[in-house]
């Protein structure tokens, strides 16, 4: 049974930085495309960035220019490097695993970007 187990988050100033990790388990990982989604309070769930088997990247608009997603598949853990927050950015952030009909999620982390 596959176990994603993310951490990282925590309380961090705006304009502050904060990296996440989400390790890998019980799967074959580098088959599998991973993403991070993010839930604020009141809202849905939303993807904001994904990695592909391959390696390719996309982003939301929103967090463009400010996070990068990589993976290290030798680790079975995908990476979430965080810059210039914004208070809007607090949410619970999962990230998840994703391959044809088989689908993972991760327990989530807090996120919370104040001052």
């Known amino acids: 049974q596959g176990q994603l187990v993310e951490s990282g988050g925590g309380l961090v100033q705006p304009g502050g930085s904060l990296r996440l990790s989400c390790a890998a388990s019980g799967i074959a990982f580098s088959f599998y495309d991973m993403g991070w989604y993010r839930q604020a309070p009141g809202k849905q769930r939303e993807l904001f960035a994904r990695i592909t088997t391959g390696g390719s990247t996309d982003y939301a608009d929103s967090v463009k220019g400010r996070f990068t997603i990589s993976r290290i598949n030798a680790k079975n853990t995908v990476y979430l490097e965080m810059s210039s927050l914004k208070p809007e950015d607090t949410a619970v952030y999962y990230c998840?695993?994703?391959?044809?009909?088989?689908?993972?999620w991760g327990q989530g982390t807090q996120v919370t970007v104040s001052s």
């Open positions: 998840n695993a994703k391959r044809e009909l088989r689908d993972y």
